[in-house]
């Protein structure tokens, strides 16, 4: 009898499961919903530490739009070669590790918009020209991390370029409004 009930609930679950967690249409063609503030923090940290993916971490730093005119005018490679942003050294290996988030302030509007020129400014100085960058949400981080053992703090924002992602502003939010 108790396993006529065990085989009876296992295919009541079975029936439920592919009842309700099948994909339709419909839900497919839903578009994904954006990384969150939280992810691409993390993400952007561990990414300037691992060779690998160095490329990954250029792509918070600078709208993908400058890079991609960085690279069709051959200036990339000058400005972002690995070695280059580790001092024009191939990085040796680390251990680095967010420590604590410490606090999270969102950004007001006047920061959101001094984000924009920010952007906007910071890729003319590698040379890119862009026409307008529209930030829609922003965060400032402070946080503990240590790299192999030394322990430091720091204060930066991360802000979402609508069609572009996550960018980090290495400040923290009162000196980005110098840019409004």
């Given at each position: ?8 609930l ?64 051959g ?10 942003y ?35 400014r ?44 996550w ?14």
């Open positions: 009898m108790k396993k006529i009930v065990i085989l009876v296992a295919v009541i679950m079975c029936a439920a499961v592919f009842s309700c967690g099948g994909k339709n249409s419909e839900s497919s063609s839903k578009p994904e919903s954006k990384v969150t503030y939280e992810d691409a923090f993390e993400d952007c940290f561990y990414s300037m530490y691992d060779n690998s993916r160095i490329d990954d971490f250029y792509l918070y730093i600078l709208p993908k739009a400058a890079l991609d005119e960085l690279k069709e005018n200036k990339y490679e000058q400005y972002f070669a690995p070695a280059h580790h001092g024009g050294e191939t990085q040796a290996e680390v251990n680095a590790v967010i420590e604590e988030v410490l606090r999270k302030v969102e950004l007001t509007d006047n920061q959101l918009k001094a984000a924009e020129n920010y952007l906007l910071i890729s003319k100085g590698y040379g890119a020209e862009l026409s307008s960058i529209e930030v829609t949400e922003g965060w400032q981080i402070d946080y503990r991390f240590s790299v192999d053992g030394q322990e430091a703090t720091m204060s930066e924002c991360y802000v979402y370029v609508k069609d572009d992602g960018k980090r502003i290495t400040m923290e939010a009162e000196m980005l409004e110098t840019f409004a």
